[in-house]
């Protein structure tokens, strides 16, 4: 039983102190499951590099290029690929780790101030750095904050602190964000038949427009975007209007897809093997049933763009199925070898994240200049996009093996 320490004259942060220190467990060791899981979903970024949707236009009669294209690409507005569940993804297994990381600083003394210090730290890195990549190219810093990684900086410390708070207010947390977020949009007045798209930046025909009480979930036309509007007029931005319909905003509902990797890392520390995997799945099948009835009962569409709350139960239910498999096959009824190619790329997510947005165009020109300008043209010049993306991929990985070898780990 855990002694409560006396009130008096102790300070809030040191009560919370005291209490860390008397109920923590020794850190957990490293799981392979949630590396390789990382892994994976950095490779499938990394992956952009092979091209498949150009591969599929090229081939447009080939069914296995068409299938691979497709999950290589987002969809325009509503639905979900392979490749729309990268951001959920990663930023999910941002809020596992968080349970693990707070048991190791507590492990080692730190103070609850120098904890909350790192963590403020570590949002303004990530938000500044998602900023930098999107400023890549453009004449003046970009100041947008739809990168993944400023998406996971803007929510970050209310992520951790709410990671020393009890499991019942994870939940809570998640349901208020939820709730508050499609009343937000729900209450918002939709455009009506006389709007104008081009003011917005949108096309007036569109396809993928929605209608109805959906119509409050349209692009350039909700909460988000008047949100985007006001802050355009303090930030310079390379342009007004986001032609994917991307917003800041977004951290709201991105934090609650955090805060469901915040509950599974807890069910993980405190649990192994089938209860715990069981327990990934039956959330999982659950979230994924009721994300995809929200969305087809009109009640809200699930569009990852704006991140929807029916998007973070639709994409949250893949991210508890994805980690329960991989905490099968890696932690419980396999050996983690087989994962190891993944796990040398999730041991360094950031490196490989950031690698693959500046490095393309160098190492493509370098292997140009040194074997000749049609390299990646010896299977044919149809495919050259393909060729040049498994050289590229062969070459990120081969780096964060050498760091993965030497115990080279880039951590903020």
């Known amino acids: 039983m855990i002694e409560r320490p006396a009130l008096g004259s102790e300070d809030p942060a040191s009560r919370i102190n005291k209490v860390l220190r008397m109920s923590a467990t020794p850190p957990a060791p490293r799981l392979a499951s949630i590396d390789a899981y990382r892994g ?24 296995v290029w068409q299938f691979l294209g497709w999950h290589q690409s987002h969809v325009e507005w509503r639905g979900c690929t392979l ?8 930023s ?21 101030r120098a904890m909350f210090g790192h963590a403020f730290v570590r949002a303004l890195i990530l938000v500044l750095l998602g900023v930098f990549l999107r400023s890549v190219g453009k004449k003046t810093t970009n100041w947008t904050f739809e990168d993944t990684l400023s998406q996971i900086g803007l929510g970050y410390v209310f992520l951790f602190a709410l990671g020393l708070a009890r499991s019942i207010w994870h939940w809570v947390a998640v349901g208020a964000i939820l709730v508050g977020y499609w ?10 038949p006389d709007f104008d798209w081009k003011a917005v930046g949108a096309v007036p025909n569109w396809e993928h427009r929605q209608t ?34 991307y917003a800041t905003l977004s951290f709201l509902p991105t934090l609650a ?29 659950l979230f ?5 009835g929200l969305d087809h009962s009109g009640f809200a569409p699930s569009i990852k763009r704006i991140w929807t709350p029916t998007w973070v139960l639709f994409s949250g239910g893949w991210c508890f199925v994805l980690l329960g498999l991989f905490t099968t096959f ?13 796990r040398v790329i999730g041991a360094n997510s950031i490196v490989a994240y950031v690698g693959s947005h500046l490095v393309e165009g160098f190492v493509l020109a370098a292997f140009k200049t040194h074997f000749g300008a049609e390299v990646f043209q010896r299977f044919g010049k149809e495919y050259e996009p393909f060729t040049s993306g498994l050289v590229l991929l062969a070459v990120y990985w081969l780096v964060l093996w050498w760091m993965y070898r030497n115990k080279i780990f880039v951590r903020l």
């Open 40 to 63: 994976f979903v950095m490779f499938l970024m990394m992956a952009e590099v092979l091209h498949l949707g150009r591969m599929a236009k090229t081939f447009p009669d080939s069914p």
């Open 83 to 90: 490749h729309d569940l990268i951001q959920p993804s990663f």
């Open 92 to 112: 999910f297994l941002v809020g596992v780790a968080v349970p693990f990381s707070i048991a190791s600083r507590v492990a080692k003394g730190q103070s609850i």
């Open 183 to 192: 009343a937000l949009f729900a209450a918002w007045p939709a455009p009506g």
């Open 212 to 245: 109805g009480f959906e119509a409050n979930w349209d692009k350039n036309s909700n909460p988000a975007y008047a949100f985007e509007q006001w802050l355009y007029q303090y930030l310079p931005r390379a342009n007004q209007h986001n032609s994917g319909g």
């Open 257 to 285: 897809t955090m805060l469901l990797g915040l509950i599974a890392g807890t069910w993980l520390k405190q649990s192994h093997g089938w209860p715990v995997i069981g327990r990934f799945l039956a959330v999982g099948l």
């Open 288 to 292: 994924l049933g009721v994300g995809y």
């Open 330 to 342: 890696t932690d419980t009824i396999a050996r983690p070898g087989w994962s190891y190619p993944l």
